[in-house]
T-cell receptor, first 116, second 116 residues
């Protein structure tokens, strides 16, 4: 079975603080793909990053970084020096390689509020 | 390139009326997904198509919901008759599905449906 858990329902930080959003996944497949999406207050879902299960190298993109650890089945997302514009709901998602038709399993999302 | 296009962006209707939501996927994508988002249930997958064929409609709440994809560039989600509990944001997403691709999904802006 596939499952994505985002245990943090809501997080509030003050601008310039660092914040980490947790994502834990479950899958029986040895090959799988992980994703993060952002949903700002305007409502659209924006793709942020993808990672495959063979690539455990962490990735940094500006103030965003992702820490993928297969040993703990986690794919955490860190925002450094947060800004008010980072306020959004962030979703983690999983696709098994066997799901060739592209179905994603989403977590419930984490609402991040960054206060000025 | 244009992203996923959905119409209408907002729909307000009365209980018992028929509602039709429309989606145009990204050109060249071969999988299309319909999601519903509510506060209570989060992001739910309703149905998805691959090469215009419905693959899994187990998420469709009941017989009042139906979806079609008559060609590669158009899909509809119909609710007949609508009920207040159908009020939600409905997203359409598309992806290029296949064993060798990440299959990340790209989402439309959503249709906010209110059933009075």
């Amino acid at each position: 079975a596939q499952k994505v858990t985002q245990a943090q329902t809501e997080i509030s930080v003050v601008e310039k603080e660092d914040v980490t959003l947790d994502c834990v996944y479950e899958t029986r497949d040895t090959t799988y793909y992980l994703f993060w999406y952002k949903q700002p207050p305007s409502g659209e879902l924006v793709f942020l990053i993808r990672r495959n299960s063979f690539d455990e190298q962490n990735e940094i993109s500006g103030r965003y970084s992702w820490n993928f650890q297969k040993s703990t089945s986690s794919f955490n997302f860190t925002i450094t020096a947060s800004q008010v514009v980072d306020s959004a709901v962030y979703f983690c998602a999983l696709r098994n390689r066997g799901s060739t038709l592209g179905r994603l399993y989403f977590g419930r999302g984490t609402q991040l509020t960054v206060w000025p | 390139d244009a992203g996923v296009i959905q119409s209408p962006r907002h729909e307000v209707t009365e209980m018992g009326q028929e509602v039709t939501l429309r989606c145009k996927p990204i050109s060249g994508h071969n999988s299309l997904f319909w999601y519903r988002q509510t506060m209570m249930r989060g992001l739910e997958l309703l149905i998805y198509f691959n090469n215009n064929v419905p693959i899994d409609d187990s998420g469709m709440p009941e017989d009042r919901f139906s979806a079609k994809m008559p060609n590669a560039s158009f899909s509809t989600l119909k609710i007949q008759p609508s009920e207040p509990r159908d009020s939600a944001v409905y997203f359409c997403a598309s992806s290029l599905a296949g064993t060798s691709s990440y299959n990340e999904q790209f989402f439309g802006p959503g249709t906010r449906l209110t059933v009075l």
